[in-house]
């Protein structure tokens, strides 16, 4: 039976199961885009950020990483990727000196050492005591001196605004070898941000540059793939220090909320359903009987 007799015959099988299978991929990508994605960038979003301030956006994304009293596994890291100096003092708010944090069975905010150590730039360990101690000499500095200090405290000398001798030293710490050491993330974590909120071009300065170190050449590569990947960038928070509010929102994540952006997302989700949902009906129709 040639291909065509075949398609003839079957052919409301064919279209229900194609159509029901591109509604089916539509309806996926719709709801992995409102359940999923879109949450992840509704504080990016240009209008929200126009009607609010530096301070509420980290104060929405500190109530949303500290909901229920606490912090649980990612919540941590998020509470770490966007905290600034007033997260910080919520956190500590939470502690007690007898507190020992962590994961199961720990005291105090769980994971809060974590959190702590991303927004500081310090890695006290898990003892409430220490960071209470901490707090308290350090409380009225701001998140940038925390920063500098954190790397001085290893001795790396940062100065702000970044110079070429400050560079170097952070794109190391974005290596593998680096990351792989660094278990809290605070140093990778904050020379990203330092280097990203200075509007660091990472091409120009290895062309400028073609005698860096291996490493510092592999922190220049991660950085790239970091900065331009929308999955991960938007999940890093600036540093209100080096980013006015106006520029709060910007780079690979704007394409989201662009003309494009809306336009492709919204053909990925709705263009699959009313395919599938005209295919489907086409099956349906009844057959034209010859001579009727």
Request: with cysteine.
């Given at each position: 039976?040639?291909?065509?007799?075949?398609l003839?015959?079957?052919?409301?099988?064919?279209?229900?199961?194609?159509?029901?299978?591109?509604?089916?991929?539509?309806m996926?990508?719709?709801?992995?885009?409102?359940?999923?994605?879109?949450?992840?960038?509704?504080?990016?979003?240009?209008?929200?950020n126009?009607?609010?301030?530096?301070?509420e956006?980290?104060r929405?994304?500190?109530?949303?990483?500290?909901?229920g009293?606490?912090?649980?596994?990612?919540?941590?890291?998020?509470?770490?990727?966007?905290?600034?100096?007033?997260?910080?003092?919520m956190?500590?708010?939470?502690l007690?000196a007898?507190?020992?944090?962590?994961c199961?069975?720990?005291s105090?905010?769980?994971h809060?050492?974590?959190a702590l150590?991303?927004i500081?730039n310090?890695?006290?360990g898990?003892?409430?005591?220490?960071?209470?101690?901490?707090?308290?000499?350090h409380?009225?500095?701001s998140?940038?001196?925390?920063?500098?200090?954190?790397?001085?405290?290893v001795?790396?000398e940062?100065?702000?605004?970044l110079t070429?001798g400050?560079?170097?030293?952070?794109?190391?710490?974005?290596?593998?070898?680096?990351?792989?050491?660094?278990?809290?993330?605070?140093?990778?974590?904050?020379?990203?941000k330092?280097l990203?909120?200075?509007?660091?071009?990472?091409?120009?300065?290895?062309?400028?540059?073609?005698?860096l170190?291996?490493?510092a050449?592999?922190?220049?590569?991660?950085?790239?793939?970091?900065?331009?990947?929308?999955?991960?960038d938007?999940r890093i928070?600036?540093?209100?220090?080096?980013?006015?509010v106006?520029?709060?929102?910007?780079?690979?994540?704007?394409?989201?909320?662009?003309?494009?952006?809306?336009?492709?997302?919204?053909?990925?989700?709705?263009?699959?359903?009313?395919?599938?949902?005209v295919?489907?009906?086409?099956?349906?129709?009844?057959?034209?009987?010859?001579?009727?």
């Amino acid at each position: 039976m040639k291909i065509s007799a075949v398609l003839r015959k079957h052919n409301r099988v064919i279209l229900r199961v194609g159509g029901g299978l591109a509604f089916v991929v539509g309806m996926v990508f719709f709801c992995a885009w409102h359940f999923y994605g879109y949450p992840r960038l509704y504080y990016l979003d240009p209008k929200w950020n126009s009607q609010h301030s530096n301070a509420e956006y980290y104060r929405a994304m500190g109530e949303a990483s500290l909901r229920g009293g606490g912090l649980s596994h990612d919540a941590a890291l998020s509470a770490g990727n966007f905290g600034n100096k007033e997260i910080a003092s919520m956190l500590i708010s939470k502690l007690k000196a007898e507190d020992v944090m962590g994961c199961l069975g720990g005291s105090g905010p769980t994971h809060g050492d974590v959190a702590l150590a991303m927004i500081t730039n310090h890695d006290l360990g898990n003892s409430g005591e220490a960071w209470l101690d901490w707090w308290a000499v350090h409380q009225d500095q701001s998140q940038l001196e925390w920063i500098v200090d954190g790397f001085r405290e290893v001795g790396v000398e940062i100065n702000i605004p970044l110079t070429d001798g400050s560079i170097a030293p952070l794109l190391v710490f974005l290596s593998a070898e680096k990351r792989a050491e660094n278990k809290k993330g605070n140093l990778w974590l904050n020379a990203y941000k330092l280097l990203r909120d200075s509007d660091f071009e990472p091409v120009s300065y290895l062309r400028a540059h073609p005698d860096l170190s291996p490493e510092a050449q592999e922190g220049a590569q991660f950085y790239s793939e970091t900065f331009f990947s929308r999955h991960t960038d938007c999940r890093i928070g600036l540093l209100e220090d080096l980013k006015p509010v106006e520029e709060k929102y910007y780079g690979p994540t704007a394409w989201f909320f662009s003309g494009e952006g809306k336009f492709r997302i919204a053909m990925a989700m709705y263009f699959p359903m009313v395919l599938g949902a005209v295919l489907v009906a086409c099956s349906f129709r009844k057959k034209k009987i010859p001579g009727v």
